[in-house]
């Protein structure tokens, strides 16, 4: 198993840019995260899917928009990319279990900078 | 005040020592707490999760959580090289309406010195 895959691991963009994130995973999880992470700020949800077609904001959403386009994928697009935008971007997964919060599995991360 | 605060460090500390990190919250109906292992430049995986308070052992690593205090700590016995990284705490408060999401603190970074 895979487990959870990004792409790109890379990206750089000019402001006004847009571009999506991709994530998929193959555990066959319901829930799905995307996160960023900062220095000094810790990681921050961006966008949360609990299960197939529902999503719902996290601590930072402004900017962003997400599409769970199935179990598997979960999206994450910048229509118009700003230097602020700038930062690690982290997919995750997980499945709860007996409304208990289960452990979350991380992709491999992608690195986008604005210019 | 943060939902979830640790020092960031760095933490230093011998090889073969005991290292103890710790992480205070805010919110006082949290109910899950997890410590996750980040080495730099990868992504963040789970060491171990802890939800009723006491101490939670798995092989070097404890967990301690005091939520009269409001705090969890992880504590590395006999440290090694390979144990240097950032040390993420995460708590799930109840404002998010479920038990799906968390909060993670900023990290504390431990080195632990050959």
């Known amino acids: 198993n895979a487990g959870v895959t990004q792409t790109p691991k890379f990206q750089v963009l000019k402001t006004g840019q847009s571009m999506t994130l991709q994530c998929a995973q193959d555990m066959n999880h319901n829930s799905m995260y995307w996160y960023r992470q900062d220095p000094g700020m810790g990681l921050r949800l961006i966008y949360y899917?609990?299960?197939?077609?529902?999503?719902d904001k996290g601590e930072v959403p402004n900017g962003y928009n997400v599409s769970r386009l199935n179990k598997r994928e979960f999206s994450l697009r910048l229509e118009s990319a700003a230097p602020s935008q700038t930062s690690v971007y982290f997919c995750a997964s997980s499945q709860p279990a007996g409304g208990v919060t289960d452990t979350q599995y991380f992709g491999p991360g992608t690195r986008l900078t604005v210019l | 005040q943060k939902e979830v605060e640790q020092n960031s460090g760095p933490l230093s500390v011998p090889e073969g020592a005991i290292a103890s990190l710790n992480c205070t919250y805010s919110?006082?109906?949290?109910?899950?707490f997890f410590w996750y292992r980040q080495y730099s430049g990868k992504s963040p995986e789970l060491i171990m999760f802890i939800y009723s308070n006491g101490d939670k052992e798995d092989g070097r690593f404890t967990a301690q959580l005091n939520k009269a205090s409001q705090y969890v700590s992880l504590l590395i016995r006999d440290s090694q090289p390979s144990d240097s990284a950032t040390y993420l705490c995460a708590v799930n408060p109840p404002r998010w309406g479920g038990y799906q999401k968390v909060t993670f603190g900023t990290g504390t970074k431990l080195q632990v010195i050959p």
């Open positions: 919110d006082r109906g949290s109910q899950s």
């Open positions: 899917s609990a299960s197939e077609g529902t999503t």
